[in-house]
């Protein structure tokens, strides 16, 4: 069956980077995009960007342009996920999803990663 | 951005009841609308996609209909499971975007 597991919580200083993890299984990793999207603590979901593990492309919201990046090692079907210059409002539940192959919607999720900002 | 409202914020169903949740656009998103269950610590779960197709997996009890800007998420005969916070999502336009989320609780 189709599974995306997260790595651990996260606890980081404002300015620091944080890199997430999310190994799958159970599909050809090459032939579904990854998403990642965050939530912070009470709020609504907020899309991050994504990746091709096929070829590599991305894309990502301008808020965070400049500051995420979305990686893949296809030996591993692994994709990550590095957010950079981290500061308070970066707190939130971190969750990876697989992309339905023909839209984008996300058909199978993560289990999420809390990260934490503080000082 | 495409800005997605959903309402009510907050719906309170007795079990067995049935709950109609709404999602607008404010822009045509044709029929490019998800709709995703959240239970408290955990991730979403897709529910509905096409705006009325519904996810492997899914109790019959969950449809979709609408098109354009308006959608309606229902469930019927409402189960304890069920109780959970709904976002609606649109993937027509670049970049994909969700709504706050409605509550259902229980009353």
């Known amino acids: 069956q189709v599974q995306l597991v997260q790595s651990g919580t996260e606890m980081k200083k404002p300015g620091a980077s944080v890199k997430l993890s999310c190994q799958t299984s159970?599909?050809?990793?090459?032939?579904?995009?990854i998403t990642w999207l965050r939530q912070a603590p009470g709020q609504g979901l907020e899309w991050m960007g994504w990746i091709s593990p096929y070829n590599g492309n991305t894309d990502y919201p301008q808020k965070l342009q400049g500051r995420v990046t979305l990686t893949t090692d296809t030996s591993t079907s692994t994709a990550y996920m590095d957010l950079r210059s981290l500061r308070s409002d970066d707190t939130a539940f971190y969750y990876c999803?697989?992309?339905?192959?023909?839209?984008?919607?996300?058909?199978?999720w993560g289990q999420g990663t809390l990260v934490t900002v503080s000082s | 951005e495409i800005v997605m409202t959903q309402s009510p914020a907050t719906l309170s169903v007795s079990p067995g009841e049935r709950a109609t949740l709404s999602c607008r656009a404010s822009q045509s998103v044709s029929n490019s609308l998800a709709w995703y269950q959240q239970k408290p610590g955990q991730a979403p779960r897709l529910l509905i996609y096409g705006a009325s197709t519904t996810a492997t997996g899914i109790p019959a009890r969950f449809s979709g209909s609408g098109s354009g800007t308006e959608f309606t998420l229902t469930i019927s005969n409402l189960q304890s499971e069920d109780f959970a916070v709904y976002y609606c999502?649109?993937?027509?336009?670049?970049?994909?975007?969700f709504g706050q989320g409605t509550k259902v609780d229980i009353k």
């Open positions: 159970g599909y050809t990793f090459t032939s579904y995009g």
């Open positions: 999803a697989r992309i339905h192959t023909s839209a984008w919607f996300f058909d199978y």
């Open positions: 999502q649109q993937y027509n336009s670049w970049p994909v975007t």
